[in-house]
């Protein structure tokens, strides 16, 4: 999650024909969508899982979500041979032809709130970060020097109204630069936390840090810190199966080289997470925050970099943001209507429909830009990440693709019991998973 960049969010509709993408480009592309601002929330899991309880938790998570991409792109041509069409371009298709129409609802649902969830966190991610740093007397940085002790609320309140009109921009060809924006924000992030913690503060020493991991919990408290407080954010991370699909449409050979792609992608971005997590956890111990920029100070090189990644989600926000508004759009005006204008803006209605249209469209992008904001008052970036993680994307992963699998293999008739065996293992973890995480988060935050 956070974790999503422009080549995520391209339109589903594209043929899957005519893909040029290699297996390391669709690597690499996956590896952006994994790998976002939700790393810098790693932290603050492992010390609610505890050192140990949060690598099995990562662990699992992240070898689940490869098994289900791969086999969300084995369902695409196991269905187009049983039907004999092409093979599907969006998870929403994919589910109407497997399980029909009122599943693929439910999934047209849940990929809704999954893309307006990971919004409402961008929104937590740079109030929390704008706040911190409009609160810091002592560096005099130049948030707390233009808008002092400005809150966190009224952070996200500007951020909302800044992404508004943003969003309301159809050509995303204004936002390619966030993909090069985005990985270095995140990775300099990344880089810039271990610096500053091995040299600055705690400032052992990278061997001092290491040794210090030995010492940190090794396990969770209780069920309630396992589920309630972290594993949905671990999912929030790992769980992109609702964005792949234009990875998998863009690819040259995808039958074949994606699953390849998938295991490269989790592999590397679980090693970068658990080493990062693990080191920052022995820096900071109990006292590590919800994002574990905010244990960093805010002197002049560091607040530039927390505000690169707070500009870096506004621009990324438009183009995530975009799958929700367009199943919105579609669902509310009727998707005919919401396409009379076509994509180079040349109109083919009255101009009086055309204003109608247009405000429709603003008026939509207005309600659902505010239900993000609501969405983001639940808490914190954690336990915001854990609920989207977990409710929405967990069933994305953990649900759907079972149950799509074993379907398809029983109408091709090479269905038995040690092949369905693992695929009703895999769906009964998401199950449980998914009623656990949504459970303790909500009790978590209401409390």
């Keep these: 999650g956070e974790n999503v960049v422009q080549s995520c969010a391209t339109d589903q509709s594209t043929s899957t024909a005519g893909g040029t993408q290699t297996k390391l480009s669709a690597a690499t592309n996956l590896g952006k969508c994994i790998c976002g601002a939700g790393s810098f929330a790693l932290p603050h899991v492992f010390l609610d899982e505890g050192v140990l309880g949060g690598t099995l938790a990562m662990t699992t998570c992240g070898l689940l979500a490869a098994i289900t991409m791969q086999s ?17 371009t969006s998870y929403v298709a994919l589910t109407e032809l497997a399980l029909g129409g009122s599943i693929s609802k439910v999934v047209f649902a ?45 952070w996200e309140i500007i951020t909302a109204g ?12 204004v936002f390619a630069f966030t993909s090069a924006l985005g ?47 972290s594993f949905g954010t671990i999912a929030y991370l790992f769980c992109v199966n609702f964005l ?10 995808a039958e074949e080289e994606y699953s390849g792609a998938v295991s490269s992608a989790v592999a590397v971005i679980w090693v970068v997470n658990i080493v990062f997590a693990l080191i920052c956890l022995s820096f900071y111990g109990e ?34 943001f975009s799958s929700g508004r367009q199943i919105l759009e579609n669902s509310i005006l009727g998707e005919t209507n919401n396409n009379l204008l076509d994509t180079n803006g040349v109109v083919e209605i009255d ?25 983001s008052q639940l808490g914190g970036f954690g336990t915001v990440a854990n609920l989207v993680g977990g409710l929405a994307q967990g069933t994305l992963a953990f649900i759907v693709p079972p149950a799509i699998e ?3 293999s029983r109408r091709s008739g090479e269905n038995s019991v040690a092949k369905e065996i693992p695929q009703w293992a895999v769906g009964s973890f998401g199950v449980a998973v998914v009623a656990a995480v949504t459970f303790f988060t909500l009790k978590e935050s209401i409390s």
Aim: net charge negative.
């Design 244 to 253: 792949t699909f234009p990875i998998i449409n863009s690819m040259k050979n």
């Design 287 to 320: 006292s590590t925050q919800d994002l574990v920029l905010q244990n960093l100070d805010n002197g002049p090189y560091l607040s530039a970099l927390k505000i690169l990644l707070c500009i870096d989600l506004l621009f990324t926000f438009p183009v995530v």
């Design 72 to 88: 969300i792109n084995r369902s695409r041509y196991t269905v187009s041979r049983i039907e004999n069409v092409e093979p599907p």
């Design 110 to 154: 849940l990929t809704l709130a999954a893309s307006l969830g990971v919004c409402s966190t961008y929104i937590v991610f740079v109030g929390q970060t704008l706040a911190s740093l409009s609160a810091d007397e002592v560096s005099n940085n130049i948030v707390h020097s233009i808008a002092p002790n400005v809150d966190e609320r009224t």
């Design 351 to 375: 101009e009086e429909d055309e204003l109608s249209l247009a405000l429709s469209r603003a008026a939509i992008t207005a309600g659902a830009v505010g239900t993000c904001f609501g969405l």
């Design 406 to 408: 074993i379907s398809l």
């Design 183 to 229: 990985v270095t924000a995140v990775l300099g992030g990344i880089a810039t936390t271990l610096v500053y913690g091995v040299f600055v503060d705690p400032g052992l020493g990278i061997f001092e840090a290491l040794s210090a991991v030995t010492e940190l919990k090794m396990w969770p408290d209780s069920i309630a810190d396992a589920f309630g407080g």
């Design 162 to 173: 800044t992404v508004y009109p943003l969003s309301l921009i159809r050509n995303y060809g």
